[in-house]
């Protein structure tokens, strides 16, 4: 599974971008380590992971701590071993707070309609409220008919400030 992994980090003076090498990675906290590399002083951290066109990762470090995670589709988890590692520990769908049983491939309907009947979002879904893109934004970014991880991870970089950044890691 092939993925795409950038970092998009706050300092003082702005946003800097740096691509992330999740390869060799055991376990979270050390992807976090790895975010948290690249500008110790970060007072905000993102990593966004987009794996196969299909799945968004969101990992989020405030001041350095405080791991949050979001993922666009449980799936993920079943699908790799970095999906695995990544969403692998999250139990709580976004869709409702019980925890998430084995994936059955989305049998149960939902009250929301921002979210693809499809997928089963997982994590935080608020990880970037207090950034301007509310957990229905997120949900609806990540649901919306065509849009490719990179689409939505686009989408987010131009809200936050750091489009220009990131798309220069992907033309590189």
Same mark, same amino acid.
Not at 112 to 133: K, R, S, T, Y
């Given at each position: 599974?092939?993925?795409?992994?950038?970092?998009?980090?706050?300092?003082?003076?702005?946003? %800097?971008a /740096? +691509?992330v090498?999740?390869?060799?990675?055991?376990?979270? *906290? &050390?992807?976090?380590?790895?975010?948290? $590399?690249? =500008?110790?002083?970060?007072?905000?951290?993102?990593?966004?992971?987009?794996?196969?066109?299909?799945?968004?990762?969101?990992?989020?470090?405030?001041?350095?701590?405080?791991?949050?995670?979001?993922?666009?589709?449980?799936?993920?988890?079943?699908?790799?071993?970095?999906?695995?590692?990544?969403?692998?520990?999250?139990?709580?769908?976004? %869709?409702? /707070? +019980?925890?998430?049983?084995?994936?059955t491939?989305?049998? *149960? &309907?939902?009250?929301?309609?921002?979210? $693809?009947? =499809?997928?089963d979002?997982?994590?935080?879904?608020?990880?970037?409220?207090?950034?301007g893109?509310?957990?229905?934004?997120?949900?609806?970014?990540?649901?919306?008919?065509?849009?490719?991880?990179?689409?939505?991870?686009?989408?987010?970089?131009?809200?936050?400030?750091?489009?220009?950044?990131?798309?220069?890691?992907?033309?590189?």
């Amino acid at each position: 599974m092939s993925y795409f992994a950038a970092a998009a980090v706050r300092v003082e003076g702005g946003w %800097t971008a /740096d +691509e992330v090498s999740l390869r060799g990675a055991t376990d979270i *906290e &050390e992807v976090a380590d790895r975010l948290r $590399d690249v =500008e110790p002083d970060a007072d905000l951290s993102l990593l966004f992971v987009e794996a196969d066109d299909a799945y968004l990762v969101i990992l989020r470090l405030d001041e350095g701590e405080d791991l949050r995670v979001f993922g666009s589709d449980s799936a993920y988890a079943e699908e790799s071993r970095l999906g695995a590692l990544l969403v692998g520990d999250l139990k709580t769908s976004v %869709t409702g /707070d +019980e925890p998430r049983a084995a994936v059955t491939g989305g049998d *149960e &309907e939902t009250d929301q309609p921002a979210v $693809d009947p =499809e997928a089963d979002p997982v994590g935080d879904a608020d990880i970037l409220a207090d950034l301007g893109i509310p957990a229905q934004k997120l949900l609806a970014l990540c649901a919306h008919e065509g849009m490719l991880p990179a689409d939505v991870t686009a989408e987010i970089c131009q809200v936050l400030g750091c489009a220009d950044e990131i798309e220069e890691l992907r033309e590189v």
